[in-house]
């Protein structure tokens, strides 16, 4: 069945639609798929991530740090006790945190390995206030050499892993994030490639169909009112 003129326009126009349609989608949920991995990466890689580098740091620097610092006399045992009691308080805080965050099955194991070290760690760390506050400097100079390091490092050993991870997941979920970008954009330009070649065809049905015909019977009616009557309409 040969299609009308005004059956092949609105055809053209009802697709027409259906491609800007198809265009406002593939932009949705390009977006909302993009917002969700962007909202992953703050929320489960770098909060976290933060998180960890302030129980790092505090072991690293307000524990060990101090304790150099109380052998040496820069520090006094009031103000180094204060640095390993707030200390103490930041990591748990945070550490906490952290547990309650998302997971991957690689991460839970390095936590887990992280939390087995703990106890050594904060009995190291409650020795050290001890012998700082009893203020034997011999004591405290063995304490810093032959147990502080052996008991802390493994703690912080697995906190770098657990770091290295939160970096690693979160370069996958940016090149995630940027995959369905591209898809969604290469979606759009073959919707839009194809939405020009029916504007195309929706021309040429105007052009051939419709003005050309018109301006035949236009130029008919010319010669018509002008007097010549052996003209074909």
């Known amino acids: ?45 770098l909060e976290p991530m933060q998180r960890l580098k302030i129980v790092s740091d505090m072991y690293a620097v307000n524990i060990v740090d101090t304790a150099h610092k109380a052998r040496s006399g820069v520090l006094s ?12 308080a930041a ?29 050594a760690a904060e009995k190291a760390v409650a020795d050290l206030a001890t012998i700082i506050k009893g203020g034997d400097s011999a004591a405290l100079a063995t304490f810093n050499d032959t147990t502080l390091y052996p008991a802390i490092d493994p703690v912080t050993a697995q906190i770098t892993a657990l770091v290295d991870l ?3 997941v979160a370069r996958a979920d940016a090149k995630a994030a940027e995959t369905v970008s591209q898809i969604a954009l290469a979606v759009m330009g073959a919707i839009a490639l194809i939405a ?29 009112a002008g007097g010549d009557n052996d003209v074909i309409v």
Not at 18 to 36: C, D, E, K, P, W
């Open 1 to 45: 069945m040969k299609l009308t003129i005004r059956a092949r326009l609105l055809a053209c126009l009802a697709a027409l639609a259906l491609g800007m349609v198809a265009i406002g989608l593939s932009g949705l949920i390009s977006n909302i798929l993009t917002g969700r991995a962007i909202h992953s990466i703050m929320v489960d890689r």
């Open 77 to 88: 045992a009031d103000a180094a006790q204060k640095s390993i009691a707030d200390a103490q």
């Open 91 to 119: 990591i748990r805080e945070n550490w906490d945190a952290y547990r309650a965050t998302k997971m991957t099955a690689n991460e839970t194991a390095l936590v887990e390995r992280a939390t087995a070290a703990m106890p």
């Open 166 to 168: 939160q970096t690693s």
């Open 196 to 224: 020009s070649g029916l504007l195309a065809f929706a021309t040429h049905v105007v052009i051939r169909k419709v003005s050309a015909p018109l301006q035949a019977m236009t130029a008919a009616m010319r010669r018509l």
